[in-house]
């Protein structure tokens, strides 16, 4: 397959590129930087270039490059802005979809998140509603993922791949992450706040594996939903900090973890780290 990959460059899609190449699919890097064009074609790949806000110019370089597929990996959160990765999700996927719409192409498959469910006591399957009541800066980030998901959902073959928390060499939750001096500074709350957490390498593969899924959202997230509780003081020890002091927070009861039953059973997708548990070490 011919896959356009939107997002080639970040820490999903630097594992993504050469993930597909290496199953033998032909790749259209999507970058802005014409310093990082060396290295995508290093890999082997074709590099377009465009700002997803510029509509014409991401229209141009989707139909030049006629891929059967677009892989949508955008964010914008290098600043950890909230606000700007919202805009990305609804006014970028919609530059997106309308681009791979312009130039033919039937599917998509779209980076989304596993923490935008509403709020209840177990972890969320694919069939619990998104968050329709949130409010605050969390009516941002669910609108966002509701824009998303809506606007992916037009083309006839769509997979929606709703993640939980990345953690493993280049993002966040790394020995040198933000999460790492967050916990370094006793700035990680501990609580009964319930998250998922998915190796990144385990996120890129299901991606991969994504491109042969049937249309629907999935969860892709380890075993082990976790309270703050149990999973602060291992992440705290894996990065050489102590939780002990660590505030703790208020439950939020949509902070309640997502299922990975249905990717398991129907989708035959496992995780190579089966738990944050024993993943943080590998960060
Ligand atoms: N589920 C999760 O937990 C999750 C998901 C995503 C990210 N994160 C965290 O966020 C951190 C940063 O994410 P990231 O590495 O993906 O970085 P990022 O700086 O958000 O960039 C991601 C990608 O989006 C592209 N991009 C951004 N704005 C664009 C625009 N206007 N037009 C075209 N392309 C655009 C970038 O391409 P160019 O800059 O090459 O143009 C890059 O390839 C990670 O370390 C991770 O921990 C977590």
Do not use: C
């Amino acid at each position: 397959m011919h896959v356009f990959v939107a997002g080639s460059t970040g820490v999903l899609g630097r594992r993504v590129v050469p993930a597909l190449v290496a199953a033998g699919h032909r790749v259209t890097a999507l970058t802005r930087r014409a310093e990082a064009a060396a290295g995508l074609r290093a890999q082997g790949v074709a590099v377009a270039f465009a700002d997803v806000y510029d509509r014409e110019a991401l229209i141009r370089v989707v139909t030049e490059a006629g891929p059967d597929v677009v892989m949508h990996q955008l964010t914008d959160l290098s600043t950890a802005d909230l606000a700007a990765n919202a805009r990305m999700r609804d006014v970028g996927t919609r530059n997106l979809v309308d681009a791979a719409r312009a130039a033919g192409v039937r599917r998509i498959v779209a980076q989304s998140i596993a923490w935008a469910y509403e709020a209840g006591e177990d972890p969320a399957d694919e069939t619990t509603p998104l968050d329709d009541a949130a409010t605050g800066p969390r009516r941002g980030t669910v609108d966002g993922v509701i824009a998303l998901e809506r606007a992916a959902s037009e083309l006839p073959e769509w997979v929606v791949l709703r993640y939980g928390l990345f953690y493993g060499p280049g993002t966040w939750f790394a020995v040198d992450g933000i999460k790492a001096a967050d916990a370094r500074a006793l700035r990680l709350p501990v609580g009964r706040d319930v998250s998922s957490f998915v190796h990144v390498d385990d996120a890129a593969a299901a991606a991969v594996a994504a491109l042969d899924w049937p249309s629907g959202v999935v969860n892709v997230v380890d075993d082990e939903p976790a309270t703050a509780d149990e999973w602060v003081p291992a992440f705290a020890r894996a990065v050489g900090a102590s939780s002990a002091g660590a505030v703790h927070a208020p439950h939020a009861h949509w902070a309640r973890g997502a299922d990975n039953h249905f990717a398991r059973k129907h989708l035959n997708w496992t995780p190579a780290h089966l738990s944050w548990r024993s993943g943080f070490d590998t960060i």
